[in-house]
C-alpha cells in the first residue's frame, strides 16, 4: 500500500473514532467507618480501573452518568448494563445484573469482586455504538472477632468500656446478662464497635462478673459463638496493686 492510502486510511479511523462523542462516566460510591476512637465516616468515590479493599457488608451505589449526545448535538437512545461478579470468574458468569443507571448492591462474602458498565447507544437511523467501562475493583476482607475480658470504666482513658475487635462481620446477634440473667446490653450490626461502657440504664453497673454471649458469622461463612464472663472493675487504675469495689450486683 503506497503513502498516500496509508494516511487517508488513518485520517478516516480518526474521524470516525472522534465523531462519536456518546459516553459515560461511570462510579461506584460508598461509605465506611474509619477503625479510629471517633469512628469516622469515609465517603468513597471509585472511577473505573480502580480497585478498594473493605469490610463486609459494604453497600455500594452504581451511577452511570451517560452521557448521550453526539458530537452533532443529536441525542441517542440507549440501554444500559452494570455486571457485578467474582473475579475469578470474570464478567460473563455475573453474580447480579443491573439495567438501571443507578442502582444499590450490598456485598456480604469475602473475596474478590469486578463490576463494569456496558452502554448500547441507539441512533434514530438505527445506528448503533457501545461503551464499555474499565473494571472496578473490590476485595471484601476475610472476618475476624475478639473482645477484652474486662473493662475499667474509671474515665481513664484505659480500658474504659469492652472492646469488640472485628472485620467482615456480616451478621451478629447477642448481649451482656448479669449473674441473674437479667439482659443489660443488646449487640446489633449497628452498635458492635461501640462495644460496652458498662452502663445499664445511664448508670454504671455495680462491679463484678458478667457474661458475654456473642453469635455472629463473617463474610466468610466462618461461625464466632464467644461465651465468657468479663469482669467490670470502676475502681481498678493501671499500675495500682489492688482495686477498690463499689458493691454487689444488681
Not at 50 to 75: K, M, R, S
Not at 92 to 114: A, H, Q
Request: aromatic share 10%; proline share 3%.
Amino acid at each position: 500500500m503506497n503513502t498516500r492510502l496509508i494516511l487517508a486510511s488513518l485520517m478516516s479511523c480518526f474521524f470516525v473514532g472522534t465523531s462519536m462523542s456518546q459516553t459515560a462516566n461511570p462510579t461506584i460510591s460508598f461509605s465506611y467507618y474509619e477503625d479510629d476512637e471517633a469512628r469516622t465516616l469515609t465517603e468513597v468515590e471509585m472511577n473505573p480501573g480502580e480497585t478498594q479493599t473493605q469490610q463486609a457488608p459494604l453497600d455500594i451505589h452504581l451511577t452511570a452518568n451517560v452521557d448521550p449526545e453526539d458530537a452533532d448535538g443529536n441525542e441517542w437512545n440507549y440501554t444500559v448494563e452494570w455486571r457485578i461478579y467474582n473475579s475469578d470468574k470474570g464478567e460473563n458468569d455475573p453474580v447480579v445484573n443491573r439495567f438501571t443507571e443507578e442502582s444499590d448492591y450490598t456485598l456480604t462474602t469475602s473475596g474478590g469482586y469486578g463490576a463494569k458498565l456496558y452502554v448500547t447507544f441507539v441512533s434514530a437511523d438505527n445506528d448503533t455504538t457501545e461503551y464499555v467501562s474499565d473494571e472496578f475493583k473490590i476485595v471484601i476482607s476475610e472476618s475476624k472477632l475478639t473482645c477484652t475480658d474486662a473493662l475499667t470504666p474509671n474515665d481513664d482513658a484505659i480500658n474504659d468500656k469492652l472492646v469488640i475487635e472485628y472485620q467482615s462481620i456480616v451478621k451478629v446477634s447477642g448481649g451482656i446478662w448479669n449473674r441473674w440473667g437479667k439482659k443489660l446490653h443488646t449487640f446489633t450490626l449497628a452498635n458492635l464497635a461501640d462495644g460496652w461502657d458498662g452502663r445499664y440504664g445511664g448508670d454504671y453497673v455495680p462491679d463484678g462478673a458478667y457474661i458475654l454471649h456473642i453469635d455472629a458469622i463473617g463474610s466468610d461463612g466462618l461461625h464466632y459463638k464467644i461465651r465468657k464472663a468479663i469482669s467490670v472493675l470502676k475502681g481498678y487504675r493501671e499500675g495500682e496493686s489492688s482495686t477498690t469495689g463499689t458493691g454487689g450486683e444488681n
